[in-house]
């Protein structure tokens, strides 16, 4: 299995930009979770995904961000226009079932200039 | 809110030392709680732990929760140098499938 992919891995993009992540979860995996990482806030829930269907996108920083999940093997977390205080690692994570832990991806280094 | 707390932040030991690193949490409906390591990628899973008083064993690594007190502790015998890492602590809570994270605790083993 080649476990959680994320594609780019690393983003460096201009302020007013938009940028797209994407992410293909393990197969099987049933629920997709969106973290940012920084060192000041640590691990933070973005928004995540069951069955295909948003969940609780009640950490989405606000409306600049979007997540969708079109089918099982894929989404993408879209930020529009991005801002500097953007930058982050974003991690997508799958797992099946509430019994397991997660796997995450490699992650996504956004730098906004 | 739900809170995870992690303690110490920072931790530098010498190969060979003993580390115990701390978790406490208040959360809403308890599932379970997880530990993972992460290096310089993704977090990596390490235990999962949901009953009081098990102790959950792999090698040199091994974690237990306490549930009427509301903490865990993941301890490392016979450090090495590859142990260094940022150790994360997790809770999953009843009917809600996110997981609420730590801010982990940075170890750093030299040698």
């Known amino acids: 299995d080649a476990g959680v992919i994320q594609s780019p891995r690393h983003e460096v993009t201009e302020m007013g930009q938009e940028v797209t992540l994407r992410c293909k979860p393990i197969s099987g995996h049933n629920s997709l979770f969106w973290y940012r990482q920084t060192m000041m806030r640590g691990l933070e829930l973005l928004i995540y995904f069951n069955n295909n269907v948003p969940i609780d996108d009640s950490g989405m920083p606000e409306d600049r961000f979007s997540a969708k999940m079109p089918n099982a093997s894929f989404s993408t977390l879209k930020i529009q226009p991005s801002e500097p205080r953007d930058s982050a690692v974003y991690f997508c994570?799958?797992?099946?079932?509430?019994?397991?832990?997660?796997?995450f991806g490699s992650g996504t280094r956004l730098t906004v200039v | 809110e739900d809170k995870v707390v992690q303690s110490p932040l920072s931790l530098v030991v010498h190969e060979g030392d003993t580390v115990t690193l701390n978790c406490s949490y208040e959360?809403?409906?308890?599932?379970?709680l997880l530990w993972y390591k992460q290096e310089k990628k993704a977090p990596t899973f390490l235990f999962m732990l949901t009953s009081s008083g098990i102790e959950k064993k792999s090698g040199r690594l091994s974690s237990i929760l306490d549930k009427k007190e509301l903490f865990s502790i993941l301890n490392i015998t016979a450090t090495q140098t590859g142990d260094s890492a940022v150790y994360l602590c997790?809770?999953?809570?009843?009917?809600?499938?996110?997981?609420?994270f730590g801010q982990g605790t940075r170890l750093t083993i030299n040698p």
């Open positions: 959360v809403t409906n308890f599932r379970s």
């Open positions: 994570a799958s797992r099946v079932g509430q019994l397991y832990g997660y796997t």
């Open positions: 997790a809770v999953g809570t009843q009917g809600a499938q996110k997981l609420v």
